[in-house]
């Protein structure tokens, strides 16, 4: 009933509290719902983040086979398949940064990261690159660190939460997989880029282990103990190494559960006998005749082979201080600077007729040097600085919900791989987690103006514009029933097509030409001088054969098949003294051949003014 006070309605006191209350109630309803979208839309962007990771660590056959299965160049079909899997993110990462209270990058992030894009754009733009396409992979690869950068540090805690169970699920995958198949390169091709990516899942999971419960918990533990597993079979020593180191800085790190410290500063202990024992554990490959055996831990995992790679690195980047060789031009590039040392054990030895070029730096900053220079380095280096010390940061800290901290450990676990090997610029599987990882660390609360929205999505849609043409069915058969695929416009494609029509008499001259393509693309390459020597030498053109073998020998002087065949050329044009000094070297190399040196004073012999002018006799032997 309502009663009438100096004409005004008059509503009971109960009854008026809770008509005012509604509206709050509704209100508060409204935000509570708001955030539930806001905290779900987060874990979708999360495992949108990890989708690169995730499709290439795929190791099934069924409903569809693994990606990059068979591919000869699986680096070009990741960056292509990674660049294209972050654009549900860049979609999503639009709406999750709207609004004032987000989490951002710091300024000096925004900083670095500009200074690295402008680097990668300049280098490309400004340099001289032969290499076109592995320039198109390293673009695609710089415009895709924004999205994975800013999608990272826009998770809130349960997003975070679920970033790390993804990550720790996709280590196992990629780890358990590889050793359940026997193929211990795994769905990557390679046993050093697998262990990579699957390191920061494998230290998140042992963090998990000591922070987490139930489930989680089982899943942390097996998926630090298949990693750990697949580092002493493989071997991979750098990766062993990275997860003891990690896990040692956060054993020091006060922690609320009094026996973690003791578990991880195990774990790390463990890792570390891994990389010590397990490698020298696993069969290693017949050695080349007549080579000698390295021995020692110098030799175990490329130890050696790295630190004389390294030691030339610099003279690399003092030839472009500025803005590098070119993004993906260090493969092209390279080579002449290679320690001669290094080109030998890095082809099976000395003696070994065989060639191998380097891929990549095997370090992370070295990488971008080189092809980035200064500028490059400035900018990865400083994301990598600002990273590394706002882990450092999380793990002093030691937050009650532990994903900040394990977050924190896999970052600084992939910053020790990224020293011995070259992750975050050369594996798109673990440079698209990597760079997501270091924006979670490196969030802090702020306003994302619309700009940067903007910019984000257009690095991203750019790269996989540019990502198209590498896709993995692009890829070829290369003939083989069920074999390897290649790209058609890779330099090895260049190279296979040029040796088949080397093989027929009739192509003698396309083939010609085909290795001057291959030369064009790779300045630098021992195999196309080698070949165009041959052809040159068999059409009969001695003094350009001859010009094109010495080429190939300055770049690799320790080439005992070059060597050889140099040998042969001037003992039958009639230089007895050019052609013993070669028969010599090769024996202070450690490759003495008594039947090579009779062979060759028989020819030395033969020699004379008459058959000095006539074409001689050439073979490649293939010693």
Same mark, same amino acid.
Request: net charge neutral; glycine share 12%.
């Given at each position: 009933?309502?009663?009438?006070?100096?004409?005004?309605?008059?509503?009971h006191?109960?009854?008026?509290?809770?008509?005012?209350?509604?509206?709050?109630?509704?209100?508060s309803?409204?935000?509570a719902?708001a955030?539930?979208d806001?905290?779900?839309?987060?874990r979708i962007l999360?495992?949108f983040?990890?989708?690169?990771?995730?499709?290439?660590?795929?190791?099934?056959?069924?409903p569809?086979?693994?990606?990059l299965? !068979?591919?000869?160049?699986?680096? /070009?079909?990741?960056?292509? @398949?990674? %660049? +294209?899997? =972050? #654009?549900?993110? &860049?979609g $999503? *990462?639009a709406?999750?940064?709207? !609004?004032?209270?987000?989490?951002? /990058?710091?300024?000096?992030? @925004?900083? %670095? +990261?500009? =200074? #690295?894009?402008g &680097?990668? $754009? *300049?280098?490309?733009?400004?340099?001289?690159?032969?290499?076109?396409?592995?320039?198109?992979?390293? @673009?695609a690869?710089?415009?895709?660190?924004?999205? &994975?950068? $800013?999608?990272?540090?826009?998770?809130?805690t349960?997003?975070?939460r679920?970033?790390?169970?993804?990550?720790?699920?996709?280590?196992?995958?990629?780890?358990?997989?590889?050793?359940?198949?026997?193929?211990?390169?795994g769905?990557?091709?390679n046993?050093?880029v697998l262990?990579?990516?699957?390191?920061p899942?494998?230290?998140?999971g042992?963090m998990?282990l000591?922070?987490?419960?139930?489930?989680?918990?089982?899943?942390?533990?097996?998926?630090?103990?298949?990693?750990?597993l697949?580092?002493?079979?493989?071997?991979?020593?750098?990766?062993?190494?990275?997860f003891?180191a990690?896990?040692?800085?956060?054993?020091?790190?006060?922690?609320?559960?009094?026996?973690?410290?003791?578990?991880?500063?195990?774990?790390?202990?463990?890792?570390?006998?891994?990389?010590?024992?397990?490698?020298p554990?696993?069969?290693g490959?017949?050695?080349?005749?007549?080579s000698?055996?390295p021995?020692?831990?110098?030799?175990?995992g490329g130890?050696?082979?790295r630190?004389?790679?390294w030691?030339?690195?610099?003279?690399?980047?003092?030839?472009h201080?500025?803005l590098?060789a070119?993004?993906?031009?260090?493969?092209a590039?390279?080579?002449?600077?290679?320690?001669?040392?290094?080109?030998?054990?890095?082809?099976?030895?000395?003696?070994?007729?065989d060639e191998?070029?380097?891929?990549?730096?095997h370090?992370?900053?070295?990488?971008i040097?080189?092809?980035?220079?200064?500028?490059?380095?400035?900018g990865?280096?400083?994301?990598?600085?600002?990273?590394?010390?706002?882990?450092l940061?999380r793990?002093?800290?030691?937050?009650?919900?532990?994903?900040?901290?394990?977050?924190?450990?896999?970052?600084?676990?992939?910053?020790?791989?990224?020293?011995?090997?070259?992750?975050?610029?050369?594996?798109?599987?673990?440079?698209?987690?990597?760079?997501?990882l270091?924006?979670?660390?490196l969030?802090?609360?702020?306003?994302?103006?619309?700009?940067?929205?903007?910019?984000?999505?257009?690095?991203s849609?750019?790269?996989?514009?540019?990502?198209?043409?590498?896709?993995?069915?692009?890829?070829?058969p290369?003939?083989?029933?069920?074999?390897?695929?290649?790209?058609?416009?890779?330099?090895l494609?260049?190279?296979?097509?040029?040796?088949?029509?080397?093989?027929?008499?009739?192509?003698?001259e396309a083939?010609?030409?085909?290795?001057?393509?291959?030369?064009?693309?790779?300045?630098?390459?021992?195999v196309?001088?080698?070949?165009?020597?041959?052809?040159?030498?068999?059409?009969?053109?001695?003094?350009?054969?001859?010009?094109?073998?010495?080429?190939a020998?300055?770049i690799?002087?320790?080439?005992p098949?070059i060597?050889?065949?140099?040998?042969r050329l001037?003992?039958?044009?009639?230089?007895?003294?050019?052609?013993?000094?070669?028969?010599?070297?090769?024996?202070?190399?450690?490759?003495?051949?008594?039947?090579?040196?009779?062979?060759i004073?028989?020819?030395?012999?033969?020699?004379?003014p008459?058959?000095?002018s006539?074409?001689?006799?050439t073979?490649?032997d293939g010693?």
């Amino acid at each position: 009933m309502r009663a009438r006070i100096h004409g005004v309605p008059h509503k009971h006191p109960r009854l008026g509290a809770c008509t005012a209350a509604a509206p709050g109630r509704a209100f508060s309803q409204m935000n509570a719902d708001a955030m539930d979208d806001k905290r779900r839309t987060e874990r979708i962007l999360a495992l949108f983040l990890l989708l690169p990771a995730a499709i290439l660590a795929w190791p099934f056959s069924w409903p569809v086979a693994s990606p990059l299965a !068979g591919d000869l160049l699986p680096h /070009l079909a990741g960056t292509a @398949l990674a %660049a +294209l899997a =972050l #654009l549900p993110a &860049a979609g $999503l *990462l639009a709406f999750t940064m709207k !609004g004032a209270g987000a989490l951002s /990058l710091p300024r000096p992030a @925004l900083l %670095a +990261l500009a =200074l #690295l894009l402008g &680097a990668v $754009l *300049l280098s490309a733009g400004l340099g001289s690159g032969s290499d076109d396409q592995e320039m198109t992979r390293a @673009l695609a690869w710089a415009l895709t660190i924004p999205v &994975a950068l $800013l999608g990272g540090a826009t998770l809130g805690t349960g997003a975070r939460r679920t970033l790390c169970t993804a990550a720790t699920t996709i280590s196992l995958v990629l780890t358990g997989g590889a050793i359940a198949g026997q193929e211990l390169a795994g769905t990557l091709g390679n046993t050093g880029v697998l262990s990579m990516a699957a390191l920061p899942g494998a230290v998140i999971g042992a963090m998990l282990l000591v922070g987490a419960s139930g489930p989680r918990r089982v899943l942390g533990a097996t998926a630090a103990a298949a990693f750990l597993l697949h580092a002493g079979l493989a071997p991979s020593l750098g990766g062993a190494l990275a997860f003891a180191a990690a896990l040692g800085v956060a054993a020091v790190c006060p922690r609320d559960v009094k026996w973690g410290s003791a578990l991880l500063a195990g774990l790390a202990a463990l890792g570390l006998a891994t990389a010590l024992i397990g490698g020298p554990l696993r069969p290693g490959p017949e050695p080349i005749p007549g080579s000698p055996v390295p021995t020692g831990l110098a030799e175990t995992g490329g130890v050696r082979v790295r630190l004389l790679v390294w030691s030339r690195v610099p003279s690399l980047v003092a030839e472009h201080p500025l803005l590098g060789a070119g993004p993906g031009q260090f493969q092209a590039t390279f080579p002449p600077h290679r320690d001669p040392t290094e080109a030998r054990l890095s082809a099976g030895g000395p003696c070994s007729p065989d060639e191998r070029e380097v891929e990549h730096a095997h370090h992370d900053l070295l990488q971008i040097a080189a092809e980035c220079g200064g500028l490059g380095l400035l900018g990865l280096g400083g994301l990598i600085l600002l990273a590394g010390l706002s882990s450092l940061g999380r793990l002093r800290e030691n937050p009650a919900e532990g994903s900040d901290a394990a977050l924190a450990v896999g970052v600084l676990a992939l910053f020790a791989g990224g020293l011995t090997h070259a992750p975050l610029t050369t594996s798109p599987g673990a440079s698209a987690l990597g760079f997501t990882l270091m924006g979670a660390v490196l969030a802090r609360p702020g306003t994302v103006q619309r700009w940067l929205i903007g910019a984000t999505l257009a690095s991203s849609l750019a790269a996989a514009w540019l990502a198209w043409p590498l896709l993995p069915w692009v890829a070829l058969p290369t003939g083989v029933p069920d074999g390897p695929r290649i790209h058609p416009d890779s330099v090895l494609a260049m190279e296979l097509q040029a040796q088949a029509l080397e093989a027929a008499p009739s192509t003698k001259e396309a083939a010609l030409d085909a290795w001057q393509g291959v030369l064009d693309r790779r300045p630098f390459s021992v195999v196309a001088w080698q070949h165009v020597g041959l052809l040159l030498l068999q059409r009969g053109d001695l003094p350009a054969g001859r010009v094109a073998w010495e080429e190939a020998l300055d770049i690799d002087p320790g080439h005992p098949r070059i060597r050889r065949n140099l040998a042969r050329l001037a003992a039958d044009s009639g230089r007895p003294d050019e052609a013993r000094n070669y028969v010599a070297g090769l024996a202070s190399d450690g490759c003495p051949d008594e039947d090579f040196a009779a062979e060759i004073e028989s020819r030395i012999a033969a020699a004379n003014p008459s058959a000095a002018s006539q074409s001689p006799t050439t073979r490649d032997d293939g010693r």
